[in-house]
Nanobody, 124 residues
Framework: QVQLVESGGGLVQAGGSLRLSCAASGRTFNNYAVGWFRQAPGKEREFVAALSWSSGNTYYADSVKGRFTISRDNVKNTVYLQMNSLKPEDTAVYYC?????????????????WGQGTQVTVSS
């Protein structure tokens, strides 16, 4: 069993930056895929970014490519989402998720473990 805890959300002005963290407990991220998803009010959950822990390969939604960076810290067993040049449309609850099968990383329905979410609000 993997427990995920997100942190780092908050209120920021457009053009600003935030860094989200996703810490795992109960098991290391070795051989897992870890993804970030977000859900804005009245909208469906959408893929943001994902990382294959073993290969280090990263994947991004087109809407965040070039602005967001997903990374990992092997020692801290933590995944980060660095968000730069934030826009009001990035406002959402951001969720960290993890799974053992490292395929279909963009599909939220395939992830087994989810964090509680952290709110990101970008003001214009």
């Amino acid at each position: 069993q993997v427990q995920l805890v997100e942190s780092g959300g908050g209120l920021v002005q457009a053009g600003g930056s935030l860094r989200l963290s996703c810490a795992a407990s109960g098991r290391t991220f070795n051989n897992y895929a870890v993804g970030w998803f977000r859900q804005a009010p009245g909208k469906e959950r959408e893929f943001v970014a994902a990382l294959s822990w073993s290969s280090g390969n990263t994947y991004y939604a087109d809407s965040v490519k070039g602005r967001f960076t997903i990374s990992r810290d092997n020692v801290k067993n933590t995944v980060y989402l660095q968000m730069n040049s934030l826009k009001p449309e990035d406002t959402a609850v951001y969720y960290c998720a993890a799974k053992r099968v490292v395929i279909n990383l963009r599909m939220g329905s395939t992830y087994n473990y989810w964090g509680q979410g952290t709110q990101v609000t970008v003001s214009s």
